[in-house]
């Protein structure tokens, strides 16, 4: 079975710098994709970026990207220019390629603090 | 994302009632999952669903939950006789499809707020 790690389970982040937030995955699987979400505190899970396992190109969404490290299994994310409205918590997950097992797995969060 | 529709967003139950769930995909989608997010935690996988069918309910609890999707109608999480370990918030997420496309993506509701009393 595979599992996500987030090791972190706070940061916190001056406005206009850059935070990274760290996670580790653990599977056997070649192909799979890898999201992080953001949980604000509506509550409501909003995909901030996705990356396929087998693209070397690391994914970047405006001021969102990854450093995806395929043979450490590991899957940052990068805030660049944080801003107040960022504050939230922030799941890494894995998802299967293969039909049947295609759920998410996610970490345990982590919470972004953003000091203005 | 406001396309997953869940209701009730706010559920009040007594000990020992039962307590429904209900989520319509978005549009096109034909892959339901529901996930659990217990207070501080993150969310767990609970059942994956298609059309009539149960694909994966290993993070079910054995007893008390039950899920479906039928042919026509939303999906349903049921959970009977609810305890107040039952509180938590429910996401139901959808998807276009369970297996490799492009742009193959899991897409939240808003998620329902159990709360036994």
């Known amino acids: 079975a595979q599992t996500v790690t987030q090791s972190q389970p706070e940061m916190s982040v001056q406005e206009a710098e850059t935070v990274t937030l760290s996670c580790t995955y653990d599977?056997?699987?070649?192909?799979?994709?890898l999201f992080w979400y953001k949980q604000p505190p509506s509550r409501q899970m909003i995909l901030v970026i996705r990356?396929?396992?087998?693209?070397?190109q690391n994914a970047t969404e405006n001021r969102f990207s990854v450093n995806f490290q395929k043979a450490a299994k590991s899957f940052s994310l990068k805030i660049s220019d944080s801003q107040l409205g960022d504050a939230a918590m922030y799941f890494c997950?894995?998802?299967?390629?293969?039909?049947?097992?295609?759920?998410?797995?996610f970490g345990k969060g982590i919470t972004l603090s953003v000091r203005p | 994302n406001a396309g997953v529709m869940q209701n009730p967003r706010h559920l009040v139950r007594r000990r020992g009632q039962e307590a429904r769930l209900r989520c319509s995909p978005m549009?096109?989608?034909?892959?339901v999952y529901w996930y659990r997010q217990l207070p501080e935690e993150g969310l767990k996988f609970m059942v994956y669903?298609?059309?009539?069918?149960?694909?994966?309910e290993s993070g079910m609890p054995k007893e008390r939950f039950s899920a479906e999707f039928p042919k026509e109608g939303p999906s349903i999480l049921r959970i009977q006789q609810v305890v107040r370990g039952d509180s938590a918030a429910y996401f139901c997420?959808?998807?276009?499809?369970?297996?490799?496309?492009?742009?193959?993506?899991?897409?939240f509701g808003e998620g329902s707020w159990l709360t036994v009393v």
């Open positions: 997950a894995y998802r299967s390629y293969t039909g049947a097992n295609s759920k998410l797995t």
């Open positions: 990356q396929e396992a087998y693209k070397q």
């Open positions: 599977t056997s699987e070649s192909d799979y994709y």
């Open positions: 549009k096109g989608h034909s892959h």
């Open positions: 669903l298609q059309k009539e069918n149960i694909i994966d």
């Open positions: 997420a959808s998807s276009p499809v369970g297996g490799l496309t492009t742009g193959n993506t899991i897409y």
